[in-house]
């Protein structure tokens, strides 16, 4: 079967059908086959898997996908991409095309709608770089039944949604991803294999939701604001940005919590592991509750 893929056939479409590129978009469209079967073997996909993609393009990847799910659902921003993947996608019955923005879909209910009969759901996409980080934890806090996310994006971003403690990339995102999911990259890929290159390298990150959150907190608002205040500024120690998180309390008070909880005021918040950021936060909650 014609791959829509290839460098030739894409620069075909994108010429027969007069579409330019909208940098606001996030537009660099995948023509590289062999990365695209490396997308979709990390993703797993059987006919039992039903999968949602973000930003199909011209259909490069979506094809690749339907060749091996139950089903796809993808949204596309752009109206003008709409009758192109009418026409590149009209070969695939299992492929569902919604013209409207991720950020404002009713994902739920889509799953509700279209997902009635599939075992599994995995999110498989080359995300729009500029919205990477809102699209995977608009999902992902959403709590929807999604199993796993195999998304590319912006190498520095995979590399923060798997940094380890004491990691240089590690910060309040890592902590947030990892809550939820087990993450680590699957694989890293040149710029040469878009249209247009991208000025950064890129990345396929792969997510797999938990059961249950990595750790035990009282309240998760309460712990995502306890580690966005520890990262605040990173040369900080944890004593300086919890007093000025913490303004209502004072230096004694937040050392003797910092104490409780075990952690030396003097550490950094990126030498803190998960465990310990639950620690800490469930126990300025008792403090304040
Ligand atoms: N999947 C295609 C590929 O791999 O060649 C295109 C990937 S391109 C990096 C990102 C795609 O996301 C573009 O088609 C763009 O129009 C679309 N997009 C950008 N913002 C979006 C949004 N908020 N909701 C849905 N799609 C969006």
């Known amino acids: 079967m014609r791959d829509i893929a290839t460098k030739s056939n894409t620069k075909e479409i994108i010429e027969r059908h007069g579409f330019t590129f909208k940098k606001s978009f996030g537009q660099n469209f995948l023509t590289d086959t062999n990365i695209l079967n490396k997308i979709v073997n990390a993703a797993d996909l059987t006919d039992e898997v039903g999968v949602i993609e973000i930003g199909p393009g011209i259909g490069a990847l979506t094809e690749f996908i339907a060749r091996k799910a139950k089903k796809v659902v993808a949204y596309e921003i752009d109206p003008r991409l709409i009758p192109i993947l009418a026409e590149t996608l009209a070969p695939y019955d299992n492929v569902k095309v919604i013209h409207q923005d991720i950020l404002k879909a009713d994902v739920a209910s889509m799953i509700e709608e279209e997902f009635k009969d599939v075992k599994e759901i995995a999110v498989v996409a080359n995300l729009p770089y ?87 907190v009282i309240n998760e608002d309460f712990f995502m604001e306890v580690v966005h205040g520890a990262f605040k500024q990173r040369r900080k120690t944890l004593q300086n940005n919890l007093n000025q998180h913490f303004a209502d309390l004072t230096k004694e008070e937040v050392t003797a919590i910092l104490e409780e909880a075990g952690i030396l005021p003097n550490r950094r918040g990126e030498s803190l592991s998960i465990e310990e950021f639950a620690k800490l936060s469930n126990t300025f909650y008792q403090h304040l509750n």
């Open 130 to 216: 500029y919205i990477t980080t809102p699209i995977l934890m608009g999902l992902i806090e959403k709590k929807l039944p999604i199993d796993r996310y195999v998304t590319m994006m912006q190498k520095e971003v995979a590399e923060r949604l798997s940094a380890k403690p004491g990691s240089k990339d590690y910060n309040a995102l890592s902590i947030a991803v990892q809550y939820y999911t087990e993450a680590k990259i699957a694989l890293t890929v040149p710029k040469t294999v878009f249209i247009p290159a991208p000025n950064v390298d890129s990345a396929v990150v792969h997510l797999t939701r938990r059961e249950q959150p990595a750790v035990e």
